[in-house]
Structures are given as C-alpha cells and as structure tokens.
C-alpha cells in the first residue's frame, strides 16, 4: 500500500501481562499468569499498527540504558520500523497489564526516562520528508515539534490521554489549532466536559476520532458525522493497546489516500482484532490476517 510516511514520536515501554482470576485482597497471595512481555506505548503501539497497515513509520523514543531496552528496539525494527532513538540514564518505562477474566485491564506504569523525549532532543529531529507526525503530549518536546510541522506543513494528530491535559485542555490548546486529527477514548472524553467533541472542533481540531469501545468509533468533523461498527458481539480477552492500533491504521489509511469513512472501518476491524488476543502489540493483525477477520465477521 503506498503511503506518504508518518512520525510518531513518545513512548516506549516493556510491557508485561498478567492474567489474574480477581484482584488480591490486602496481604493476599495471588497466583498469576505471564501472557508476554513485549515492547508496548501509546505511540510505539501506533507506529506498529501503522506499519502492519502497510505504512511507513519512523519511530522517535529515548530509551533507558538498562538490559531490555536495546531488545524493545529490535523488535519494532524487525517489523520494519524505522528507529531514531538514543538512550539516556535512567530505567526504560515499564507497564504491568493485569487482565481480569471479562478482559478489562488495569495498568500499572513506571514512568522512567521513556515516556517522552527530551525537549532538546525532540527540538534536533528533522521532518525532512515527513508527510504526518503523531503524538501523545507526555512532554514539553510536543510544543516544538507541532510548530516545526506546522511551519513544514506536515498534518499532524494528537492522542489526548488523560493524563495530558489533567489541568484542562487549556493547558494544550496552543496544540490543538489546526491538528488534522485528536484521538480520544471515552475517559478522555468525559473529562473534557460537556460537549467534548465540540470543544475540540471550537479549538480548532479539523476531526475528532471517539472511541467507543466494543461499539466501535466515530469521526466528527465541523460538517460529517461517521461511525464504524463491529458487526459482531467481540469475544474480550485483552482491550491492552485497542485504541493505540485504531490511531496507526487510521493514520496509514488516509496516508494511503483512503476516505475516513474507509480508514475508519478498518481501523475499528483491527483494533476489534486486537482485543480478542492477549497483549497489545502481538495482538494485532497484518493486513492478510485483518482481512480474513473481516470476511470472517460479515458472513
């Protein structure tokens, strides 16, 4: 699938998944089960999605300088990522993902040094040949990167976390103005206020990607409205990095030229994929495997 290419520039992250029966009572010895342990966060999950779509992604992180941080790297260029990293003194970011039997998660996550690269580093990339960057504002680094893609002419799209903007959207709407898309699951959404979606819009966002979970998703613009269902009840075994994957096969869709209506669709498919497997990067499908699911779905 041609595509311009996409920079995705935040976190990495080791992460490990637990499956547990309950959650523990205070003093109680509870036996778990280790699904995986993989390269996880919010952005490095995206720039894969993004490549299994059959997009072209170049990954920015710093890591830690601890023993696993070089093979989080690897990983993600085995599957074809291109890397720009350095490393910095310090502990890479780790997630523990604890699933509970209906396949909600609990994440317990120690920051480290990789949850968002240095404002000096962030400031010495270059978009030269950039045609998209994406990222979460974990960092002071967000503010100069979007004003250097807005002097290129680069679209750029936005994870809103909660935890990024716990202070009000004010906080960062100097990054909202003029982003082709803000990604926002539905606690996003809820602390944002009344009419969070029309919030972002008045701030200037030219789309909206709401996530709604096993409904699905929508995309609002200041004049479209368009949802995508998974037409099936989805079998949850692991939600773990659902809406990282729907953000990068979005991003790679209408890179490749596709209508959000089409990029929507799929996204969802895959991100429905996802959840029906453990874990958050090995769960999601290439496009042959998404493919087959999505035959497979509309019988």
Known sequence: MATGKALFVGDISLDTTLQLGHIPQPDE???VRI????AGGVISNAALACRLAGGNPVLAVETGDDLFADSLLISLQQAGIEIVSRKMPGRTCRAIVLIEPHGEKRLLLEPGVSL???LEWVQSLSLDGIDWVHTAVYGEGAWPLIEQARQRGCKWSLDLEPATFSNGIAS???LLAGAEVVFCNQRALAQLGDNPVQQLLAAGVN???STLGARGASYTT?????EARYPLTPTLVDTTGAGDCLAGWFIACLLAGKSPDAALTEAVFAATYSCERAGAQPSYPDRQQLAAFQQASLR
């Open 29 to 31: 010895k509870l036996h």
């Open 35 to 38: 699904d995986n342990e993989s």
């Open 116 to 118: 968002y690269p240095s």
């Open 172 to 174: 960062i709407e100097s």
């Open 207 to 209: 789309a909206v990607v």
């Open 222 to 226: 200041d004049t479209d409205h368009l």
